[in-house]
Each structure stands twice: as C-alpha cells, then as structure tokens.
C-alpha cells in the first residue's frame, strides 16, 4: 500500500461506529427525515443522523420496507418542479437556471444519504441498508428508482480513488481471514486447513480492495495460483497433494477465484480494476510471469443444456468443450451480450476467451452448473484496452482460434 493508504486507513480506522450516543428520539421516522434534511448545524444534523440509523437498526423487515417506502414515496422529485425548472433552462442557459435545474432533479432522500453518512462509522450502515433494500424491494418499482439513489452515491463513495489493495495472507489479521472464509462464493473453503494452502505457500496470492470508512470489511478478493503454464482444473489448483514450485519459477498468474463480499454493494464493480491492479502488481513482483488467466465457472451452462434437450454427459468430454464454447460464444440476451454472466464480465473487462476444458470442475456445484467444464479467461494487457472497446461498442467477442472451432462444431452439429 502507498503511504497516502496507509494514512487514509489509520485515520478512518479511528473513526467510531454509529453509536447510540445521546438521548434517544422517538419521535416518527417521518418526522427525523425531515429534520435531517432541514438541520443547519454540523451538531445537531449528526445528532438527528445517529438517532434515525439506530432506530432502523432496530427495525424488524416490515418496519425496514414501510421505511424505505416513506423515502420512495415523500422524498421523491416533485415532477412540475423538474418541468419548470428544466423549461428555465431550457429558455436560458445560465448558471442560475441549471442549478435550479439540478436541485429539482435531485430528488431529497439522495439528501438524506449523504447526511446520514456524516455519522462516524455509517457507511458500512448504508451499505447494510442497501442490502436490505435490495432484498426486500425486488419488483416493486418504487423501491427499485430509490436503489438507483443508493448506487448512484455509491459509485461515487466506492470509486477506485478511494480503494486500498491490500495482500490477504497467513499472517493477516484473523478477524479477516474468518471473513474470507465466509464470503469466498466460487469454490468454497472447507477449514482453516484449506485456507493455509490457499494462502500459505509461496505459489499462492490473495488480494483484497478495502475501503477506508470500513477498513475491517473486505468489498471483493480474488485467489491467485503461480504455475508453470495455463491450468485447467480446479481440483489441480486446490489439491492437497499438488506439487508446490517457487514463486520465481511461475510463468503464469491463474486468477481461480473472485468473490464479491458484500450484498449492499451489488452493481458497484471492483473486480475490473482488481484484476488488472493484481495483474499489474504481480508483472513488477515477479518479472518470469508472462500470462494472466482466469480459471472461471460457467454459471448458466448446465441449465442451458437442460432448457434445449441438449444432450451431454460430463464424461463426453469434446462435446462438453464444444457446447460450453458455443454457449460462450453464440447464446446472448436480448441486448446482444452474452448470457453467461462471467462471460459478461471478464469480456468487459477486455479479457479473451482463450481455452475450454473438460472436467475441470468435478465437485457437485461444478457437476451441477456447468456438467464439470470451465474456461480460461485471458488478460493480455497489452489488449485489453481494444478488446473492451470492441466489446462495448460491437459486442464483438474476442476468441482464440481453438474455441472458435470448438463453438463451430457445435454449430455444425446442430445444423
């Protein structure tokens, strides 16, 4: 970490949680909300702040979902004030009508997050809002527009500016290796045991974003072997019996697991700039690494199969490797982007689809999501500016000459 992270994460490390200091307000939620957005002082905004995220702390889910339905619904934009203000706008360009413009537009619960934030330690609190929001919202349009508030503040809060890389270790804290035990989400960790051979040996890496206001919470990590050459499996990578090398000797970085540790901050995207922070990081560390793989799942391929009567047993492997290419490639969404989400995101992210395999994932989820097969997502970095441009603007897709003719013997299959 620079200096300059290091001194922005002992200064937030000190901040206080949000505390039930003072005296308790019991007054309706709705009657706090307003005094929060009308309070003038620092003292007593952070007051009114304090009390209203205790009381939601306390709150069951039916008293959490009437919450956020008071600030979908009486902390809305007044739509004839957006009009007014944008038709002044519109009759005359000037600094006076765009910031009335803008007021209009901004709707008072975005007011309210940012007062709500100004209470020591709250922003891990509104990040376990947001959670909730999205939990209890789904399908209700009201609350979903108030989530749009939430991300938006969000994607300020959680720029890469305000992100500290840090290396996750066998030394590290143990308050945060309980917690990468918890959110690992791809291949789960079993015991401390498997988490020492995932962090201990010298062919082994782990990296995690944080961010200052919540030093103590991991936002997302990723899992890293050192090999000689690409790995296909899984099983290889976690095996107890597997042959250990030196970092030094390593050509090849295998990003095998990428996990998201935090509900609250879904949409907000780390992993894009975690990849190619590591992957740049690690090139400086250790000059010998010439290749930077993804060892990914793929999520959506076994339900694929099962929704078109397609046909494969994990034990066949060719045809498993072609329909997993073809899937890869061919299946979209109604906007032209790939189905499988993974896919979505590493060709996002300007990595090439470099290499589809067999029984690379054995274990029951492996069987069940994908019938075993798994695919390497490659990072050139001298590509991957072009590949993501292509990929935004054309949805063109970036393959290696191997998976494109698996996919076409799918196609040729099928025809």
């Not at 009390?51 to 702390?57: C, V």
């Not at 749009?148 to 308050?175: E, K, M, T």
């Not at 201990?200 to 990723?222: K, M, N, T």
């Not at 189905?339 to 989820?365: C, T, W, Y």
């Amino acid at each position: 970490m620079t200096l300059l992270a290091d001194l922005l994460s002992t200064v937030f490390e000190r901040r206080l949680r949000p505390g039930r200091a003072g005296q308790r307000d019991d007054r309706p939620i709705a009657d706090l909300t307003t005094d929060l957005i009308g309070a003038s002082g620092e003292v007593s905004g952070t007051t009114v702040a304090r009390n209203l995220l205790s009381r939601y702390d306390e709150m069951d889910d039916d008293a959490k979902l009437a919450f956020f339905h008071h600030l979908a619904r009486d902390m809305n934009i007044n739509a004839p004030d957006v009009h007014q203000a944008l038709e002044a706008y519109e009759a005359a360009h000037t600094k006076a009508t765009y910031r009335a413009f803008m007021q209009a537009a901004e709707p008072p619960r975005q007011e309210l997050i940012r007062r709500l934030n100004q209470v020591p330690g709250a922003t891990g609190a509104l990040v376990a809002m947001r959670a909730d929001l999205l939990r209890l919202g789904r399908g209700v349009d009201a609350l979903q527009a108030l989530d749009i508030d939430f991300r938006h503040l969000f994607a300020s809060w959680f720029n890469r500016g305000f992100l500290v890389l840090r290396p996750i270790n066998w030394q590290s804290p143990a308050h945060i290796l309980d917690k990468i035990i918890a959110y690992e989400a791809v291949h789960q960790i079993d015991s401390w045991d498997d988490l020492r051979r995932r962090l201990e040996p010298s062919d082994r890496r782990c990296f995690a974003f944080f961010h200052p206001a919540i030093p103590d919470e991991p936002l997302i990590f990723v899992e890293v072997a050192l090999t000689q050459g690409v790995t296909v499996s899984v099983q290889g990578v976690l095996a107890e019996s597997r042959k250990m090398i030196e970092a030094e000797a390593a050509d090849t970085a295998v990003f095998y697991s990428i996990s998201n540790c935090q509900a609250g901050l879904a949409s907000i995207s780390f992993g894009n700039s975690l990849i190619k922070q590591v992957a740049a990081d690690l090139a400086m560390e250790l000059p010998g690494l010439k290749t930077f793989v993804t060892l990914s799942p793929i999520p959506g391929l076994a339900d694929w199969l099962a929704e078109n009567d397609v046909l494969a047993k994990p034990d066949d492997d060719e045809r498993i490797r072609s329909l997993a290419a073809y899937y890869l490639l061919d299946v979209k969404q109604r906007d032209g982007l790939p189905r499988d989400p993974v896919a979505r995101f590493h060709l996002g992210n300007g990595a090439l689809i470099h290499q589809v395999s067999a029984n690379a994932d054995m274990s029951e989820k492996g069987i069940a999501q994908s019938r075993g097969a798994m695919v390497n997502y490659l990072y050139d970095l001298a590509r991957v500016s072009q590949n993501h441009e292509r990929f935004a603007v054309d949805h063109a897709i970036a393959a290696s000459a191997e998976v494109r003719a698996l996919a076409a013997a799918a196609r040729n299959a099928a025809a």
